[in-house]
Nanobody, 127 residues
Framework: QVQLVDSGGGSVQTGGSLRLSCSAS????????MGWFRQAPGKEREGVAI???????AYADSVKGRFTVSQDNAKTTIYLQMNSLKPEDTAMYYC?????????????????????WGQGTQVTVSS
């Protein structure tokens, strides 16, 4: 059973930075694709960034150039470096893991097929 623990959220002002972390245990081949999703109050969940086991990445257009997803050498922890934060980035951020093919799917942003989820960490950006 894969378990994900995400952390690093907080409150910052517009233009600030935060770094989220997600530690995975119980790794299996079904968790080769990992990523970050977010959900703001009253809005649907949306994919932010994903990273494959071999380091391939994809981003939502709204965060390109501001957010960077990375992983440690052991491939058990992923990070989301968030720079130039905006109020519209305010949301609960969730780490997720799924099979390799999710990282190559055009529908990854929906979150469908990601079987493992962290508990979430709140990011609040004030203007």
């Amino acid at each position: 059973q894969v378990q994900l623990v995400d952390s690093g959220g907080g409150s910052v002002q517009t233009g600030g930075s935060l770094r989220l972390s997600c530690s995975a245990s119980g790794y299996t081949y079904t968790s080769d694709c990992m990523g970050w999703f977010r959900q703001a109050p009253g809005k649907e969940r949306e994919g932010v960034a994903i990273i494959s086991h071999v380091g391939g990445t994809a981003y939502a257009d709204s965060v390109k150039g501001r957010f960077t997803v990375s992983q440690d050498n052991a491939k058990t922890t992923i990070y989301l470096q968030m720079n130039s934060l905006k109020p519209e980035d305010t949301a609960m951020y969730y780490c997720a893991a799924g099979p390799t093919l999710r990282c190559y799917s055009g529908s990854w942003r929906s979150g469908a097929g990601f079987g493992y989820w962290g508990q979430g960490t709140q990011v609040t950006v004030s203007s």
